[in-house]
């Protein structure tokens, strides 16, 4: 019998969806910390810089999780 290696790869949906909440934490801490914007209320800018956050870390651990892959 001969012996096959299996190949692991990561799994995508779980780097993709920690990167999002990690991103979303980032910027929750910098809404509260940061100084308010006079134009914006307290809600709105923990939305847009949560929302935004959360989109670059998905993208920093979709970039990490296919560095990653490429290693194997």
Do not use: C, H, W
């Not at 990167?19 to 809404?31: E, H, N, R, T, W």
């Amino acid at each position: 019998m001969t012996t096959r290696e299996r190949r692991r790869s990561p799994n995508f949906k779980r780097f993709i969806i920690t990167g999002a909440l990690l991103g979303f934490l980032a910027g929750f801490i910098v809404s509260v910390i940061g100084d308010p914007a006079p134009s914006y209320g307290g809600g709105s800018q923990l939305g847009y810089l949560g929302v935004m956050g959360a989109a670059l870390g998905a993208l920093v651990a979709g970039f990490v999780g296919v560095l990653v892959d490429r290693r194997q």
